[in-house]
């Protein structure tokens, strides 16, 4: 089964596929000759992820699936939120968007944060969500060299290593986006069964 997920992001394709079973095959953006950048204008993380997936039925006419992630902070209000990769600007730099966060709670008690994935699917003329959570702390200081985005500085409940010090299998098993995975994997190959 081959179906579109709605990103240029090579991090997140390379990671959704190795999360995928091996008869499913991902299309990228690039794949579809979709060059052009995905209006990512909702306020909510669900929002974008539908907006993404629409966009590509729409424009492009495949079945597809798109997600949002952010990550909200509990003593900034959910900050930085749908913000998250442009958290320190539209340069989109993972290490300004950390070094912004940790000064930003520079003098907080309160690390506690979540990330959070919704997938929209958009199958058969249908929509499906799958949400995913993931809920640790924040902590003083980057370590790892494997992942992206804000995975240095989080510690995910009940371990005691940072995301990035966990190898993509080990963070696939734990994370938001491998539990939204698990859900539309799920969703998929119970459409699948005679």
């Given amino acids: 089964m081959k179906l579109v997920f709605a990103s240029s992001n090579k991090n997140k394709i390379a990671e959704i596929q190795a999360m995928l ?65 442009r958290y320190a600007g539209e340069q989109k730099n993972a290490m300004d968007n950390m070094q912004k966060l940790l000064e930003a709670l520079a003098t907080e008690n309160d690390r506690s944060a979540q990330f959070k994935t919704v997938l929209a699917l958009n199958l058969n003329n249908e929509k499906h969500l799958f949400p995913g959570i993931l809920r640790g702390t924040i902590t003083n200081t980057m370590r790892g060299t494997n992942g992206f985005g804000y995975d240095p500085i989080f510690q995910p409940e009940g371990y005691e290593r940072n995301l990035a010090e966990f190898t993509m299998e080990e963070k696939a098993a734990i994370s938001h986006r491998g539990i939204a995975v698990k859900q539309l994997v799920s969703f998929l190959e119970a459409l699948q069964k005679p």
Avoid: Q
């Fill in 21 to 85: 079973p091996p008869h499913f095959k991902i299309l990228s953006l690039e794949d579809i000759g979709c060059t052009e950048e995905i209006p990512e204008t909702a306020d909510t993380i669900e929002g974008n992820a539908i907006l993404k997936a629409d966009y590509v039925t729409e424009k492009y006419g495949y079945d597809c699936f798109a997600d949002d992630s952010g990550l909200e902070v509990s003593a900034l209000d959910g900050a930085p939120g749908v913000y998250s990769a």
